[in-house]
C-alpha cells in the first residue's frame, strides 16, 4: 500500500508541511551590502559568541541586542514578535497562516515583508537585517542559502529537529535574542497547565490517541516525534501501536517517518480511543475552500465511519495550530483542546503571553 503513494504526493505534503513552496532564488547579492561574516571568535564590542547544542554549524557572532530581524519559521517570529523586536521579514506562508492561528499577532505582521521560500536574497539584502533566524534543510529544502545569507548578516542557522518540538525552536530562539527568562516562564507555565491536565483526566489517561492530518494532498498520520505528538507525550497520553512508531521503526514499518501517508483503505491505522484530525490554514478562499472539501470527503468514507472512535463521537475536527504546533502560544491551543475533548473541562492556568 505504501509503496502506491507517489514520491510527487510525498514531496508536496512535506512543502505544506514545512511550509511554502520554493520560489526563484537571485544568484548574487545587490553590492551596496557590506559583507558580514560571522565566524567563531573575534566578535566585534556589540557582539557576543553564540553556542548552541541546535545550532547546525559552527559557534556565531552574533549581535548582543539585535533589533533588526528576519525570522524564517513560526517559532523564531512568535519569539520575535514577543520579545517587542522588530520583524523585518519573515516567509509568506508564515504571513498566511499566523494571523489565522493566533489572531492577536495580525496586526504586528501586516507590515512584514515577505521573502518568499526559500528566501530571496535580493530582498533580504535590501531590508539590511542585523540578524537573520532560519533552519537547516528539510525534504523541501532550506529556507535560506546560508552561505548567501551570512555574507549579508549574521545567520543563526538552527537544526530542523527543532520542527519536532515546540520546546526545541522555542528554547533556541530566547537563548539567540537573550530570553531565557522568558522561555524558563513559558516552560514552567506549560508544566503547570501539562500538570491541571493530568489531574483531569485521571485514569482516563490511558487512552490510546490517534492524530491525523488531511488535506487535498493526502491523509497522513502524526507520530511522536511530531509538535502534536510530543504534546501528548508531554501529558502522558498513549498512541495506537500504529501510530507509536519513532525513527528507524517508523521507517522499517512505512519506509517513512514522522508523517506516515495512507489510503482511505488504510483508514483503520487512524483508530483509537480518539481521534484528533487536522487541515493547514490558509488565507486564500479557493486553497481554504479545497482543504475543508478534503476534511468532507474522508468523513464520508464508510471505512472512516466504521472506526470505533468515529462510532463513539471521539472524533473531533480541531483546528489548524495543530498543524504548525512548534510553537509556544500554539502548543497551548492543543493543550486547551485536549481539556477540551478529553477531559470536558477548561484549564485555570491562563497562557502568559507578555514577558514578565
Known sequence: MFQRLTITLITIAVLVACGGQPTTQPATIPDTVSPLVASTGNCSAAQRLFEHELLEGDPVCIPSDPQRIIALDMASVEMTLLAGKTLLATSGWILSELPLLHPPFAKLLAAVEDVGY?????????LKPDLILAVGGTTAGD??????????????FADPVIYNDWKLGMRLWA??????????AMAANYQTRI????????????????????????????????????????VGLERPEAQ????????????????????????????????????????????ASKERNAITMLEQQP???????????????????????????????VL???FLHLANTKASTPVIETVP
Open 118 to 126: 526559500p528566501a530571496n536574497l535580493e530582498k533580504v539584502a535590501l
Open 143 to 156: 529556507s535560506i542559502d546560508a552561505d548567501q545569507a551570512r555574507q549579508i548578516a549574521p545567520l543563526v
Open 175 to 184: 537563548d539567540v535574542l537573550g530570553m531565557s527568562d522568558w522561555y524558563d
Open 195 to 234: 500538570g491541571e491536565l493530568r489531574a483531569a483526566l485521571g485514569t482516563t489517561i490511558d487512552r490510546e490517541i490517534s492524530v491525523l492530518s488531511v488535506s487535498s494532498y493526502g491523509i497522513s498520520l502524526w507520530m511522536p516525534d511530531t509538535p502534536p505528538g510530543a504534546i501528548l507525550s508531554d
Open 244 to 287: 507509536n512508531l519513532i525513527g528507524e521503526a517508523a521507517t522499517a514499518r512505512y519506509r517513512t517517518s514522522q508523517y506516515i501517508p495512507i489510503s482511505t483503505e488504510r483508514l483503520d491505522l487512524a483508530d483509537g480511543d480518539a481521534i484528533f484530525y487536522f487541515t493547514y490554514a490558509s488565507r486564500d478562499p479557493e486553497i
Open 303 to 333: 471505512v472512516w465511519q466504521s472506526l470505533k472512535a468515529v462510532r463513539a463521537g471521539q472524533a473531533f475536527l480541531v483546528p489548524e495550530y495543530w498543524w504548525r504546533s512548534q510553537t509556544y502560544l500554539l502548543a497551548n491551543k
Open 336 to 338: 486547551d483542546d485536549l
